[in-house]
């Protein structure tokens, strides 16, 4: 089965510039366990790897439910410390600093079976 990236309506704003990933009829999610050098609140997708089709790897882990193929995705974190206060005087704007970063998607439905963390399955794209 080929994976593919999947966009919403463009009338679903909260998935504006976002992308679902799918292999078949199965929908796959990034999940903490998998993504430990992340913040959810801040991987994105990098585009042009998306567009190319060509960057996307499955690989089979085997530590999951007896085995189940993962999606490996290159994406972006950012650089700086995302621990910044929630408001502060404006200054100007710098350019985010990042790193990319190998994203692990694994089907949805094995989400939850290994320790408590964060599940994203909209990812935003650079």
């Known amino acids: ?3 593919r990236f999947v966009e919403a309506h463009h009338r679903l704003r909260e998935n504006t510039s976002s ?3 799918m292999r078949g009829p199965l929908v796959y999610c990034l999940e903490g366990v998998d993504n430990p050098h992340v913040s959810r609140m801040d991987v994105r997708l990098n585009a042009a790897e998306v567009g190319a089709g060509g960057a996307l790897q499955a690989r089979k882990a085997s530590d999951l439910l007896g085995g189940v193929v993962a999606l490996h995705v290159p994406g972006f974190t950012p650089d700086a410390d995302t621990q910044a206060p929630l408001y502060q005087t404006a200054r100007p ?4 600093l990042e790193h990319e970063v190998d994203l692990v998607f694994i089907p ?4 939850a079976n290994r320790a408590p963390t964060w599940m994203k399955v909209w990812v935003p794209f650079k």
């Open 1 to 3: 089965m080929q994976p």
């Open 19 to 21: 992308y679902a990933l």
């Open 93 to 96: 704007r710098q350019p985010l």
């Open 108 to 111: 949805y439905y094995t989400r």
